[in-house]
T-cell receptor, first 111, second 114 residues
Framework: GEDVEQSLFLSVREGDSSVINCTYT??????LYWYKQEPGAGLQLLTY?????DMKQDQRLTVLLNKKDKHLSLRIADTQTGDSAIYFC???????????FGGGTRLMVKP | DADVTQTPRNRITKTGKRIMLECSQT?????MYWYRQDPGLGLRLIYY???????NKGEISDGYSVSRQAQAKFSLSLESAIPNQTALYFC?????????????FGPGTRLTVL
């Protein structure tokens, strides 16, 4: 079955880079995603990557995809206190456009 | 105004009670979803609907039922609530296009079953 795994917690200092890692099992996924959940709110799509790409950059965000190892990472450059949130990795299921989410990584940014 | 709204935002109930959580959307999306979130487990899909006449079970549908009253409304019911249904519940919507299937989430309903 599908499984998406992430570490539970990451703490960084303001201004440093953050790297959040994720592993997934469904090699047929066409898209992989990073969602952000701020306190008391629902999830919002932060970025996504098509499975035939190995990197995507969007301002301070860099997504790296290693399909061979089924590993996805999100790098946040110059991390700010406003980046403190829970970050969810997700993959889509080709049959029916379902998403499978990881358990979420809580990012804490210290001033 | 929020595109995806959920009511109530918080609910405390007792074991055995029937509970309904409601979701409304103004995005005009055909696809709607109900998830529950538990700490460390991420979001797990309960039910989903791709149009008004379509209802499908997700990963953890036991103990839950849904109703798609209109394109804009999708409600989740717990027929007889039990304590292990204490969780944060999210409704989400998506359009059939674009292909990357972004889902838009409501603010969540925190349900506590005593």
């Amino acid at each position: 079955g599908e499984d998406v795994e992430q570490s539970l917690f990451l703490s960084v200092r303001e201004g440093d880079s953050s790297v959040i890692n994720c592993t997934y099992t469904d090699s047929s996924s066409t898209y992989l995603y990073w969602y952000k959940q701020e306190p008391g709110a629902g999830l919002q799509l932060l970025t996504y990557i098509f499975s035939n790409m190995d990197m995507k950059q969007d301002q301070r965000l860099t997504v790296l995809l290693n399909k061979k190892d089924k590993h996805l990472s999100l790098r946040i450059a110059d991390t700010q206190t406003g980046d403190s949130a829970i970050y969810f990795c997700a993959e889509n299921n080709n049959a029916g456009n379902m998403l499978t989410f990881g358990g979420g990584t809580r990012l804490m940014v210290k001033p | 105004d929020a595109d995806v709204t959920q009511t109530p935002r918080n609910r405390i109930t007792k074991t055995g009670k029937r509970i309904m959580l409601e979701c409304s959307q103004t995005k005009g999306h055909d696809r709607m979803y109900w998830y529950r979130q538990d700490p460390g487990l991420g979001l797990r899909l309960i039910y989903y609907s791709f149009d008004v006449k379509d209802i499908n079970k997700g990963e953890i549908s036991d103990g839950y039922s849904v109703s798609r009253q209109a394109q804009a409304k999708f409600s989740l019911s717990l027929e007889s609530a039990i304590p292990n249904q204490t969780a944060l519940y999210f409704c989400a919507t998506s359009d059939a296009r674009p292909s990357y299937n972004e889902q838009f989430f409501g603010p969540g309903t925190r349900l506590t079953v005593l």
